[in-house]
């Protein structure tokens, strides 16, 4: 799409260092032991923003930031070139690509368990249902899909394959790309994801793990 430069917000220098930064906002709890993944800053005036140290807002959700900071980490590494994202007033975030100077707009959508909400199925199903939310506001709303990517960000859904879910979604939106971000912990490292673009074909997925202290991660592909 267009020159970064005509998007007004702030842009991540550095991911290395935005991955440092968000450690206590994707390890932390507020003073109520509610996640700040799951439930933002539960600032009912800022719910939906990330605040600044010069009184500004960063606006995004803490989740969102972190899904994007981990989707340009597998860009970067999978095309090498320089990826980043940026706040809008729009969506969920751009990201940007400083290689060759475009962007693209993303929605996020969560399939995360929370305390108070419903309970989701498992599986496919959960993976599906969320994408199915977006399918209906987009029919709802003619044009919100159009030129963005989507991304999920889900946890809790235990087994499930990213190419099944690229099968059942085929033809049904009118989103750019799909794809899921899922929490895949493991017992030598907490923080470990998988990353699916979700084709009607075949569904490559990768894995990034994140080091103990925040200030590295491994990445490597799996299908």
Known sequence: MSDPTDKVGYQIKDLKVALKQLEPM???KDLKGRLFLIDGNNSPSMA?????????VFRMRY?????????????????????????????DGIIVNRTKNFWFPVEHVSAMDYPKGKELPKHEDRVIGA???????????PGYAKGKSLIVFLDGAEEWYPNRVGRAIAGKHNFSRVYCIGLTSSKDVIYRYSIS???????PTWIIEINDDFTDWELFRVQ
């Open 26 to 28: 994707v390890k932390g």
């Open 197 to 203: 673009d979700l084709r009607p074909d075949h569904s």
């Open 131 to 141: 994408i199915n939310l977006k399918i209906e506001k987009d029919l709802k709303n």
């Open 63 to 91: 989740r969102e930031a972190w899904a994007n900071l981990l989707f340009c980490a597998i860009l970067g590494f999978t095309e090498g070139q320089d990826y980043t994202f940026q706040d809008d007033d729009t969506g």
């Open 48 to 56: 939906g923003v990330i605040p600044v140290t010069d009184g500004t």
